[in-house]
């Protein structure tokens, strides 16, 4: 298996060490531990960035002794730096909720998650995405499964994105998309689904 080179490959050993002795063992963290599919998604740096990711959601959820948690959450706080931050310009919250294989176009480069957000299965999101709450609004999106989100898009406020759907290039999403459904333009409109879509995940 290739590993990425240089400052990159030394920061992907540490972190396998991390994840091999810190994981919960659980299915969902074997897949993860499956890193060539991952970076076939993702990109080296965005498969870092998204194994970090992991690393502090199940430091969050978790159920971990104080003492455990917080070597953990030290650990996750130093690699979120450089890894996420400094070298993917990215902001993966550790509380933020995302399902399985997800694709980080680009090397998730730019992508901002808000921590209450919730992604589901299969979703793909391209570069310098945004997925956050509008000033004064309580809620944050939810976004369903299979869904692909292009590059510059912003999600905002109490929005619901079904399962399915697209969100165009740079559109600016403040409202329900249904199922299969794609959303384009800024403030972005509803392109409803032909009857007969597939429902199968947006690459």
Not at 137 to 152: D, L, T
Request: glycine share 10%; with cysteine.
């Amino acid at each position: 298996m290739s590993e990425p080179g240089g400052f990159c490959m030394w920061w992907w050993r540490i972190h396998q060490y991390a994840l091999d002795r810190c994981g919960h063992g659980d299915d969902s963290l074997d897949r993860m531990s499956d890193t060539r599919s991952l970076r076939e998604r993702c990109g080296h740096i965005g498969a870092l960035a998204f194994q970090v990711y992991r690393f502090g959601n199940r430091t969050v959820y978790g159920n971990y002794p104080a003492p455990i948690r917080k070597l953990r959450m030290l650990a996750y706080q130093a690699l979120d730096l450089i890894i996420v931050r400094a070298v993917a310009s990215a902001r993966l919250p550790a509380q933020t909720r995302v399902g399985e294989r997800i694709g980080l176009v680009h090397d998730a480069n730019g992508v901002i998650l808000h921590p209450d957000v919730v992604i589901g299965d299969d979703v793909t999101i391209f570069h310098q995405v945004t997925i956050g709450k509008q000033t004064g609004e309580p809620k944050r999106p939810v976004i369903g499964n299979g869904v692909m989100i292009g590059a510059g898009a912003k999600i905002l406020g109490n929005v619901t994105v079904s399962d399915y759907a697209m969100i165009g290039t740079n559109a600016v999403v403040l409202q329900d998309v249904p199922e299969g459904a794609t959303a384009v333009g800024v403030p972005a409109r509803i392109i409803p689904a032909k009857p007969d879509f597939e429902r199968s995940p947006r690459r």
